[in-house]
Nanobody
Framework: VQLQASGGGLVQPGGSLRLSCVTSGRTFGSNVVGWFRQAPGKEREFVAAITWSGGNTYYANSVKGRFTISRDAAKNTVLLQMNSPKPEDTAVYYC??????????????WGLGTLVTVSS
């Protein structure tokens, strides 16, 4: 499974930004696709995840109500819509996949990150 994240950049607080993650390869290995982020000096943390088959979604409390994860099966793409971002959302965002139906656990496949900077 290969994943490629894109869409990062500079966004103002309260604005919006959409990240994309294109998946390819062994699609059965991507039953769940998740977004993670790592801010400077901090550990990587879970942001959101979606099950490929049923579209069930899961969010970290810190982004619930502001971020929306979705999938476009025809394009093998998972999107992360970031609304009302805050400076503390600044981080490198990664998409990852795991071949199981639950969103928690080890993610086996990772893409390169895309930097999101929230600043005025």
């Amino acid at each position: 499974v290969q994943l490629q994240a894109s869409g990062g950049g500079l966004v103002q607080p309260g604005g919006s930004l959409r990240l994309s993650c294109v998946t390819s390869g062994r699609t059965f290995g991507s039953n769940v696709v998740g977004w993670f982020r790592q801010a400077p000096g901090k550990e990587r943390e879970f942001v959101a995840a979606i099950t490929w088959s049923g579209g069930n979604t899961y969010y970290a409390n810190s982004v619930k109500g502001r971020f929306t994860i979705s999938r476009d099966a025809a394009k093998n793409t998972v999107l992360l819509q970031m609304n009302s971002p805050k400076p503390e959302d600044t981080a490198v965002y990664y998409c990852a996949a795991r071949p199981y139906s639950s969103y928690d656990g080890k993610y086996y496949y990772w893409g390169l990150g895309t930097l999101v900077t929230v600043s005025s």
